[in-house]
């Protein structure tokens, strides 16, 4: 067994039930403290097992696996193998490849990667036709609770000071005034630490991971990550990305993305001081300095 965060004894039990004797044990959770991923590996198969963070992670993890990812191209997208609800926990197939962040990529390989993720991410959102009147209603709410910024700002306390909070509520402001917005089921956590390459074939294969935030959403909100971090100083990498996705973004996305980046970082520092996410509060803070400095 390997060092990192010991997988729970429950947990190890319900899984070999499944999948027989379980040879290997892995950590390869996130830094976070709510993630809890582990490899493992059996006579002819290596598996992953997770336990979700929250009911709610669960039931849209669940909902994701079974619904949305075996529409995804073989392969690139994790499948539901078993799960268990008394535990939260989920067994999933692997995807092929090696995490994204851990490769070095040239800008030509970075652009085609965009690329592909484009492509990938407009079919995981699926068409208009594929949410349910439920789905569509879900999704407006989720725009109007990202609107919410009050209960952010209240949790970062002095950690966002009065320039940075004008800037947040005036972005709020703005996105509760923008009308109804394309909407798709979201990945959610759509960054580089949550994509795959696998360059074993002549063409290499993109896929990605991490369905514990899959929602109906307005679909540019899944671009949030993106626009806060890899595509800063890199409109090259926007530009492919927006290829593979098959549309440009209409006007009022444009105008919810920044929004939505600006909320998306008084979050990310709210819940990043208190949890040690060094690296998501310093993403939150480049975004409102960014966004104070374009609004000046």
């Not at 692997?94 to 407009?122: C, D, E, F, I, N």
């Not at 009050?150 to 949790?155: C, I, Q, S, T, Y």
């Not at 759509?190 to 002549?202: C, I, P």
């Not at 492919?240 to 105008?255: H, I, M, N, P, S």
Request: hydrophobic residues 45%; proline residues 7%; neutral net charge.
């Amino acid at each position: 067994m390997t060092a990192g965060k010991p997988i729970p004894p429950a947990l190890l039990q319900w899984a070999q039930t499944v999948l027989g004797p379980v040879h290997l044990e892995r950590d390869v959770s996130h830094s976070r403290p709510n993630s809890r991923v582990w490899e493992l590996t059996c006579a002819a198969e290596i598996v992953f097992t997770k336990l979700a963070a929250s009911a709610t992670a669960f039931g849209r993890d669940t909902r994701a696996l079974r619904e949305v990812a075996p529409g995804m191209e073989p392969g690139t997208a994790p499948l539901l193998l078993a799960s268990d609800p008394h535990q939260q926990a989920l067994l999933l197939s692997p995807v092929p490849g090696r995490m994204v962040k851990s490769l070095s990529l040239t800008p030509a390989v970075q652009r085609m990667l965009h690329r592909r993720a484009g492509s990938w991410l407009r079919r995981f959102h699926g068409g208009a036709g594929e949410l349910s009147a439920q789905d569509h209603a879900d999704a407006a709410v989720e725009v109007a609770r990202a609107a919410g910024c009050e209960k952010h700002l209240a949790g970062a306390a002095d950690l966002i000071g009065p320039a940075e909070r004008r800037t947040v509520r005036w972005h709020a402001s703005a996105l509760g005034q923008l009308g109804p917005l394309p909407t798709g089921f979201i990945h959610g956590d759509f960054q580089e630490r949550n994509w795959l390459l696998d360059g074993a074939l002549a063409a290499p294969v993109f896929g990605a991971v991490d369905l514990e935030r899959a929602r109906p959403h307005a679909a540019v909100a899944d671009l949030v990550p993106l626009a806060s971090g890899s595509w800063i100083g890199r409109p090259d990498l926007q530009t492919a990305f927006l290829e593979g996705y098959g549309r440009v973004l209409a006007d009022g996305e444009q105008w919810a993305l920044r929004c939505l980046c600006a909320l998306d970082a008084a979050s990310a520092i709210s819940w990043g001081v208190p949890n040690g996410d060094l690296e998501i509060v310093a993403r939150g803070r480049a975004a409102l300095a960014r966004l104070e400095v374009q609004a000046a």
